[in-house]
């Protein structure tokens, strides 16, 4: 069975920054692209980035500057670095598999469990 | 990016169907067959439901269907059951190399 495990989360105070990672089991990882999706508290589903099984990253503009995504196929992780955090930066931050090797930002059929990021004085 | 519109919640009895609608735009929903519907429950991550409109991933009850005309999408419950109450999220690709959500519907099986 797939396995998606994020880690990373946290307190962080209002500029600083953080870096999610995300272990990937049960599947040739480096086919496959790989997406971050957040919710803030009590809210709806964000697209936060996406990239490529080659490497090419996609970003919301409420992140683009401030976000940088990553993946080390040798280690099945992916990454999100995230820097000059604001409020409204807080939520629950998942990862995500692409459902199929041909495609990227469109499907996304396994999610991991969600790490917590608050931003906060 | 806005989001894409959908009611924010729609009840039925356990056996009926329902219908959740997602109003995009001429440049996602209306643009791609690339329409996907997500159902969450309280405290659980999302479960994909329906991918490129219309497919049901393996392990899907085929009570779950979807359309699309035009620029909006539709997500239909039939023969509705109490573990079906949820939150229901569609997404769409942008075209822009981007992808936006729904703001959600909360499915109440009354």
């Known amino acids: 069975e797939v396995q998606l495990l994020e880690s990373g989360g946290g307190l962080v105070q209002p500029g600083g920054s953080l870096r999610l990672s995300c272990a990937a089991s049960?599947?040739?990882?480096?086919?496959?692209?790989m997406t971050w999706v957040r919710q803030a508290p009590g809210k709806g589903l964000e697209w936060v980035s996406s990239i490529s099984s080659h490497g090419s990253p996609y970003y919301a503009d409420s992140v683009k500057g401030r976000f940088a995504i990553s993946r080390d196929n040798s280690k099945n992780t992916l990454y999100l670095q995230m820097s000059s955090l604001r409020a409204e930066d807080t939520a629950v931050y998942y990862c995500?598999?692409?459902?199929?090797?041909?495609?990227?930002?469109?499907?996304?059929?396994?999610w991991g469990q969600g790490t917590l990021v608050t931003v906060s004085s | 990016q806005s989001a894409l519109t959908q009611p924010a919640s729609v009840s039925g009895s356990p056996g009926q169907s329902i219908t959740i609608s997602c109003s995009g735009t001429?440049?996602?929903?209306?643009?791609?067959?690339?329409v996907s519907w997500y159902q969450q429950h309280p405290g659980n991550a999302p479960k994909l439901m329906i991918y490129?409109?219309?497919n049901r991933p393996s392990g899907v009850s085929s009570r779950f269907s979807g359309s699309k005309s035009g620029n909006t999408a539709s997500l239909t419950v039939s023969g509705l059951q109490t573990e079906d109450e949820a939150d229901y999220y569609c997404s769409s690709y942008t075209g822009s190399d981007t992808v936006v959500f729904g703001g959600g519907t909360k499915l109440t099986v009354l």
């Open positions: 490129d409109v219309t």
């Open positions: 049960q599947f040739t990882f480096g086919s496959y692209a």
């Open positions: 995500a598999k692409e459902r199929a090797t041909s495609r990227s930002l469109s499907q996304f059929d396994y």
């Open positions: 001429s440049s996602d929903v209306g643009a791609y067959n690339y």
